[in-house]
């Protein structure tokens, strides 16, 4: 079985590479993870206008109709950019939960203006430190009216509506909630990542919209494993031009008049980079042909990628630095701005514990329906 991307598909890769080399340039990351700005507003037009924030919504809803695949291969390519954009929130999480549990007219509403880019979403979860359950969920909607705090939430400064995840008479549900209206109030709080804005969101009776009426843990179950296969394509994307970094500056660098790449523990150091990240690709080759399928392997696969390319971007940012030597950890070399997002990413979606449980669980599920049948 051929695991590889079609020639299509390695064209838009290209495609998506080149533009974000011009437009996500070091220079744009830098600004926007020193400033206030919340994220580079020409780079998110531009996404949307290469239709690569609708690549995953179905044409009927003004998206380009592509594919999860396609998505995966921007994916990689906005994670090796460290793109200062809201990309993840609103198009892996808030425009998946409206494809799962949104009606007709939340589709149609919202769908089309993600893919224009013209608004941002989010996914409002998390209360306390430590994995989300349903049982650790304090917010509530009572009359049509939220209530509670959430935080971190990841772009949750800039986003114009939020998906939120609230308890009610009937359980945990699902709530769309307009943040730039009444009884929404917003603070940025301070993350390892600048360049990726989280927020503070409290919410004080603000009218709510449900979002579908039927499992909400399901529904987040699902969504989390889709965006799990395409956070991980951001991690090996990170992973390789961390790579790419330390071998570049090996191969230039003179000590002791010679390369220091010629040095057997540089040699060890980059060996080791570029097996978990070999690794992590296989993995989330995977999770792609798991998620463009709709295969019943999705949970396995979406949990395997996940682990293997957390790990492997830790590990490649991480031993960017030390092939860089002092260097590295000055301001003025990049490896810090890799360094940053591996870590938040590590954070996204659940702690790479929180993943390793699930992978577990979900292996053992399957080794016991084998032995059952």
């Known amino acids: 079985m051929n695991f590889d991307f079609s020639d299509e598909q390695k064209q838009l890769r290209d495609s998506a590479r080149r533009f974000l080399e011009k437009q996500s340039s070091v220079a744009v990351v830098r600004r926007v993870l020193e400033g206030d700005e919340g994220y580079d507003r020409e780079l998110w037009q531009g996404l949307a206008e290469m239709g690569f924030t609708g690549a995953a919504i179905p044409e009927e809803f003004g998206g380009a109709g592509l594919g999860y695949l396609e998505l995966c291969v921007i994916a990689e390519e906005l994670g090796r950019a460290v793109a200062p954009v809201p ?3 609103t198009v892996y999480l808030a425009a998946e939960f409206l494809l799962a549990a949104g009606n007709d007219a939340q589709k149609k509403n919202y769908l089309p203006k993600i893919a224009a880019g013209e608004v941002i979403g989010t996914f409002a979860y998390a209360e306390t430190a430590g994995e989300v359950t349903a049982e650790r969920i304090k917010a509530t909607v009572s009359g049509g009216k939220l209530s509670g705090t959430k935080i971190p939430v990841a772009d949750g400064s800039i986003a114009d509506f ?3 995840a609230a308890q009610s008479g009937s359980g945990l549900g ?3 909630v307009d943040l730039t209206g009444p009884g929404v109030t917003r603070t940025v709080v301070d993350t390892i990542d600048p360049s990726r804005k989280h927020a503070r969101i409290v919410f004080d009776g603000a009218p709510v919209e449900q979002l579908g009426s039927g499992d909400a843990e399901a529904v987040i179950a699902a969504v989390y494993d889709r965006a799990a296969v395409l956070t991980a394509f951001e991690q090996v ?5 961390a790579l790419e970094m330390a071998r570049d500056y090996a191969l230039e660098r003179i000590a002791f008049g010679r390369q220091i790449g010629s040095f057997q523990a540089i040699k060890h150091i980059l060996a080791d980079m570029y097996v978990s990240a070999t690794l992590a690709r296989s993995n989330c080759y995977w999770g792609a042909y798991a998620l463009s ?11 395997s990628c996940r682990v293997s390319a957390t790990k492997a971007f830790q590990h490649c940012s991480t031993n960017n630095i030390q092939v860089h030597g002092g260097m590295g950890f000055t301001w003025q070399f990049d490896c ?3 360094y940053k997002r591996s870590n938040l990413l590590a954070l996204n979606l659940g702690s790479l514990s929180v993943w390793e449980n699930r992978l577990i669980a979900r292996m053992r599920a399957r080794n016991s329906a084998r032995d059952a049948a």
């Open 336 to 338: 810090h701005l890799y």
């Open 174 to 176: 699902l709530y769309l």
């Open 162 to 164: 939020a998906v939120v």
């Open 293 to 303: 399928t709709g295969s019943a392997e999705l949970p396995e696969a979406a949990a």
């Open 237 to 241: 994307g990170g992973s390789d031009r």
């Open 87 to 89: 990309f993840s929130s």
